[in-house]
């Protein structure tokens, strides 16, 4: 059974800097694309981020270009998200969410998906 | 950017058929993916590529996509059916991934 274990939120100060992580199990981890989804409080979904199964592509949401950064450790299972120069609207809840397609084969959806974890940029 | 545009809200009485839309400039072209999320929870997959459900999703749940418009169908809507709808397609001329703003439903 596919599980996914967010975990590193907290309140930051803006412009401070933030990890998260993403534990997997329950499937091959090394042979999917990962990806990040937020959630502002009150609001609609909103992708962030994907790494490919073996971390040599990323991609990224105009909004958080340049700032965050997508990683994976695949001999530890999990995914990471840095955070940097914070800003109020990066409130949100993040999920990390199994991509369907095996290797590069995306399918373009979100197939399994973590609890969330729960990131304040708040001074 | 593609956008992808969804009602607020749907309101229908239990035993009744809720329909939800998404849309989005020709989406009939694209697939287009939904999810179910209820309160404090992480969303589900309930149907894929337009139309497809995964295992596990009752069959009252339905999906159709042509011209500039998607639609969810659910059948004989129950009490907990109630949730948030969010429609999803995946840009491939961007390689980015897109969400409509989610239909809250509502059983009356």
């Known amino acids: 059974q596919v599980q996914l274990v967010e975990s590193g939120g907290g309140v930051i100060p803006p412009g401070g800097s933030l990890r998260l992580s993403c534990a997997a199990s329950g499937f091959m981890f090394s042979s999917y694309g990962i990806h990040w989804v937020r959630q502002a409080p009150g609001k609609g979904l909103e992708w962030v981020a994907l790494i490919s199964h073996d971390g040599s592509n990323t991609y990224y949401a105009d909004s958080v270009k340049g700032r965050f950064t997508i990683s994976r450790d695949n001999s530890k299972n999990t995914l990471y998200l840095q955070m940097n120069s914070l800003r109020a609207e990066d409130t949100a809840v993040y999920y990390c969410?199994?991509?369907?397609?095996?290797?590069?084969?995306?399918?373009?959806?979100?197939?399994?998906w973590g609890l969330g974890t729960l990131v304040t940029v708040s001074s | 950017s593609y956008v992808l545009t969804q009602p607020p809200s749907v309101s229908v009485a239990p035993g009744q058929t809720a329909r939800i839309t998404c849309g989005g400039n020709n989406i009939g072209g694209k697939s287009v993916h939904w999810y179910q999320q209820k309160p404090g929870q992480a969303p589900v997959l309930v149907v894929y590529d337009d139309r497809d459900r995964p295992s596990g999703i009752p069959e009252r749940f339905s999906g159709s996509n042509s011209g500039n418009t998607a639609t969810l169908t659910i059948s004989r809507v129950e009490a907990g059916d109630e949730a948030d709808y969010h429609c999803q397609v995946w840009d491939n001329t961007r390689d980015h991934w897109v969400f409509g703003g989610g239909t809250k439903l509502t059983v009356l």
């Open positions: 969410a199994k991509e369907a397609g095996l290797y590069d084969f995306w399918s373009g959806y979100f197939q399994s």
